[in-house]
């Protein structure tokens, strides 16, 4: 996504590119959460954007089985397109792909909780550690350096907290930060800066937060969603004409009922030999005893039957789930992988905090209801 905002401002990168219309300002709006699907579904919820959805592209068919890999999906023709979000389909490696413009193999953002080699303890790669250097951990150069680089202007919107946070210096590091509370005053500032020609990137993230606590499809979601619609055709409405506006996202969303969910705290069947839980509970990464990994693969294979994509590690790089990946982050992926196919999830009583077990809304699995993504552009006029 991002290398094809830089093109549209004249700043050709080494990297695959979605096409926009040459312009002199681009603003790039990432909605947490926002699948395809749900605002498909939704649509009337949110007159702006379906707007944009009718201006082209194609709803793409079930895969029978685990696409594998972060990459457009679909020819664009029009204003609207589908987009696949990356393996794990969660924020924090999504936003390590739009923000690199390389797929999670490469830049190494590879879940919500994974392994540091280094320590031997999961790594929450939205909240961070003090004791884990970000440019370390994702050394390549961020699109926004290279744009900065190169000339452009580049500013990033979001929570005040996220300003120098472990994620933004991982994989959005570049770009001159300013920290907005609310949505409207998140538009408020896009339309002042993009006054003057460069990149501007905003995130919000309410809508996630709804689909997360209430469900996506709930009244709850509803509300947000309708309340980022009036604020984006505002957006759309007041700043200079040429401006390319694009609205994405970073994944989609499942509701998971509570009774429908493996709490591997009752199984001790199925956490012998297993060292860690990381992952996501609907990509599950579990870090397991040397030389287990198959006998692991197997107990949970038999367990979740056509509910998962039970996977070894070297059978999920096979089959390409995370891209091309590097000898670096090779360590950081689980030895066994369980990817939620039906409304199911794996999780832990024991070490997941209760209000992360009551969310209703979860993400993480290579369906399409969570990958795939919205791509929406409009040029203003």
Same mark, same amino acid.
């Not at 509910?307 to 030895?335: H, K, N």
């Given at each position: 996504?991002?290398?094809?905002?830089?093109?549209?401002? &004249?700043?050709?990168?080494?990297?695959?590119?979605?096409?926009?219309?040459?312009?002199?300002?681009?603003?790039?709006?990432?909605?947490? &959460?926002?699948?395809?699907?749900?605002?498909?579904?939704?649509?009337?919820?949110?007159?702006?954007?379906?707007?944009?959805?009718?201006?082209?592209?194609?709803?793409?068919?079930?895969?029978?089985?685990?696409?594998?890999?972060?990459?457009?999906?679909?020819?664009?023709?029009?204003?609207?397109?589908?987009?696949?979000?990356?393996?794990?389909?969660?924020?924090?490696?999504?936003?390590?792909?739009?923000?690199?413009?390389?797929?999670?193999?490469?830049? &190494?953002?590879?879940?919500?909780?994974?392994?540091?080699?280094?320590?031997?303890?999961?790594?929450?790669?939205?909240?961070?550690?003090?004791?884990?250097?970000?440019?370390?951990?994702?050394?390549?150069?961020?699109?926004?350096?290279?744009?900065?680089?190169?000339?452009?202007?580049?500013?990033?919107?979001?929570?005040?907290?996220?300003?120098?946070?472990?994620?933004?210096?991982?994989?959005?590091?570049?770009?001159?930060?300013?920290?907005?509370?609310?949505?409207?005053?998140?538009?408020?500032?896009?339309?002042?800066?993009?006054?003057?020609?460069?990149?501007?990137?905003?995130?919000?993230?309410?809508?996630?937060?709804?689909?997360? /606590?209430?469900?996506?499809?709930?009244?709850?979601?509803?509300?947000?969603?309708?309340?980022?619609?009036? $604020?984006?055709?505002?957006?759309?409405?007041?700043?200079?004409?040429?401006?390319?506006?694009?609205?994405?996202?970073?994944?989609?969303?499942?509701? /998971?009922?509570?009774?429908?969910?493996?709490?591997?705290?009752?199984?001790?069947?199925?956490?012998?030999?297993?060292?860690?839980? $990381?992952?996501?509970?609907?990509?599950?990464?579990?870090?397991?005893?040397? $030389?287990?990994?198959?006998?692991?693969?197997?107990?949970?294979?038999?367990?979740? &039957?056509?509910?998962?994509?039970?996977?070894?590690?070297?059978?999920?790089?096979?089959?390409?789930?995370?891209?091309?990946?590097?000898?670096?982050?090779?360590?950081?992926?689980?030895?066994?992988?369980?990817?939620?196919?039906?409304?199911?999830? /794996?999780?832990?009583?024991?070490?997941?905090?209760?209000?992360?077990?009551?969310?209703?809304?979860?993400?993480?699995?290579?369906?399409?209801?969570?990958?795939?993504?919205?791509?929406?552009?409009?040029?203003?006029?």
């Amino acid at each position: 996504m991002l290398p094809g905002a830089a093109a549209a401002l &004249g700043v050709r990168l080494p990297l695959p590119a979605v096409e926009l219309p040459a312009a002199e300002r681009v603003c790039v709006v990432l909605v947490d &959460g926002l699948g395809y699907r749900q605002l498909s579904e939704h649509r009337r919820s949110a007159p702006f954007l379906a707007t944009l959805l009718d201006g082209g592209g194609s709803d793409p068919s079930d895969p029978s089985g685990p696409s594998g890999h972060s990459g457009e999906r679909g020819d664009r023709d029009g204003g609207g397109d589908v987009l696949q979000a990356g393996c794990p389909s969660t924020t924090a490696t999504s936003l390590g792909s739009l923000g690199t413009g390389r797929p999670p193999g490469s830049h &190494g953002l590879v879940g919500y909780e994974v392994l540091d080699p280094g320590s031997g303890r999961l790594l929450n790669e939205l909240r961070w550690s003090p004791d884990v250097d970000p440019v370390r951990w994702q050394p390549g150069a961020t699109v926004f350096e290279q744009v900065a680089a190169a000339g452009v202007a580049v500013h990033s919107i979001g929570a005040p907290e996220f300003d120098g946070s472990g994620l933004t210096e991982a994989a959005l590091r570049g770009a001159r930060f300013h920290g907005v509370r609310r949505w409207p005053g998140r538009v408020d500032a896009a339309i002042e800066l993009l006054a003057e020609p460069g990149l501007v990137y905003a995130y919000w993230g309410d809508v996630d937060g709804a689909g997360h /606590v209430y469900g996506p499809g709930s009244s709850a979601w509803r509300r947000e969603l309708r309340h980022l619609d009036r $604020g984006l055709d505002r957006l759309a409405r007041s700043v200079p004409h040429g401006t390319v506006l694009v609205v994405t996202a970073d994944h989609g969303m499942v509701d /998971v009922p509570h009774e429908s969910r493996l709490d591997l705290a009752e199984r001790p069947d199925l956490t012998r030999e297993v060292r860690l839980v $990381g992952g996501d509970p609907r990509l599950a990464q579990l870090y397991v005893e040397p $030389g287990a990994g198959d006998r692991v693969a197997g107990r949970f294979a038999d367990e979740a &039957g056509d509910r998962a994509w039970v996977r070894t590690r070297d059978e999920a790089v096979a089959e390409g789930w995370f891209g091309p990946v590097d000898a670096a982050v090779l360590p950081r992926i689980g030895d066994v992988l369980v990817a939620a196919r039906s409304q199911w999830a /794996v999780v832990d009583s024991r070490t997941t905090p209760k209000t992360l077990l009551s969310l209703e809304g979860q993400h993480g699995s290579l369906t399409p209801e969570e990958q795939d993504i919205p791509l929406l552009t409009t040029v203003v006029h």
